[in-house]
């Protein structure tokens, strides 16, 4: 359930506390519904040992990475009685590993371990690839914020403003995140209607004056840099536009001049523009 104050609508304030797990799949179909950025995937090593890690949770077994990507191996950690005194003994009880292309599980058992352990394992696999932990799904969230022109009102994140044509969609991808199958208690996102008073004005200002002056840096180090190819530089070119854009429209959201800011991202895309020229130019 969605939890909206009741006030004059000027604005949302949203943040949100997530689940442990989100079904990937219902957030893939949410976002071919509604046009959005696709959720990210989960990398079959890290789904992999996530299910190792959950189904052995107590002190007495670890998981441990081996030398290649995708192989862990569950250790059994047992007080054994010597001569001198207790001692720790370390068994091996397994032995898993994952293809990262294919995503294909292969578990080979020590004589130790329970037989129904590989059942356990590959089921606990599965349900780790279908759900997104809360760093994954956060971050879909912001880029669909930025999307949306959303500023954050913290340098760290996690409390954003959206403008009033933002709150529709923004409504709707509430709806089907919170509606979502999770692991845990449900993801609640929640939103603040705002009324742009005096202090609110200067509060999302100077958010907005942080994130494009940090932004426009960024991209012109990276350029001044010498290094960028040009698929790197034209990312950058999306990213100095969108800077420019961003600017533009909160020059209307809050009634005033953003001059400044609208320079410092114009001069980020036009060093972009000159540095992409400078590498065609170069011979291939």
Not at 241 to 260: D, N, P, T
Request: overall charge negative; glycine content about 6%.
């Amino acid at each position: 359930m969605t939890h909206l104050a009741e006030i004059t609508p000027h604005g949302l304030i949203t943040y949100w506390l997530l689940s442990e797990r989100t079904d990937r799949p219902t957030l893939v179909a949410l976002a071919e519904r509604l046009s959005l950025p696709m959720p990210p995937t989960r990398e079959p090593a890290t789904a992999l040992r996530s299910a190792l890690y959950s189904l052995h949770e107590d002190s007495r077994h670890l998981v441990r990475p081996l030398s290649e990507r995708g192989m862990f191996a569950l250790v059994e950690e047992t007080v054994v009685e010597h001569g001198t005194g207790p001692a720790l003994d370390y068994v091996m009880l397994l032995r898993a590993s994952v293809d990262n292309q294919s995503g294909a599980l292969t578990i080979e058992l020590s004589p130790e371990a329970d037989p129904d352990t590989s059942n356990q394992i590959r089921a606990a696999y599965a349900a780790e690839c279908q759900g997104l932990p809360v760093a994954s799904v956060a971050v879909w969230l912001c880029t669909i914020l930025s999307k949306l022109h959303a500023v954050s009102l913290r340098d760290a994140g996690g409390v954003y403003w959206l403008p009033p044509d933002a709150e529709e969609r923004w409504t709707q991808v509430v709806a089907g995140v919170e509606a979502a199958p999770t692991r845990g208690l449900g993801s609640r996102i929640y939103l603040l209607r705002t009324t742009l008073t005096a202090s609110a004005v200067v509060a999302v200002h100077d958010a907005l004056a942080r994130e494009i002056t940090t932004e426009a840096k960024r991209i012109q180090a990276d350029i001044a840099g010498g290094r960028l190819k040009q698929r790197a530089l034209e990312h950058r070119r999306e990213q100095s536009a969108a800077l420019v854009e961003k600017a533009r429209h909160y020059e209307q959201i809050l009634g005033q001049s953003l001059e400044g800011l609208r320079k410092l991202a114009e001069t980020a895309a036009v060093q972009q523009a000159a540095s992409g020229l400078a590498v065609l130019a170069l011979p291939m």
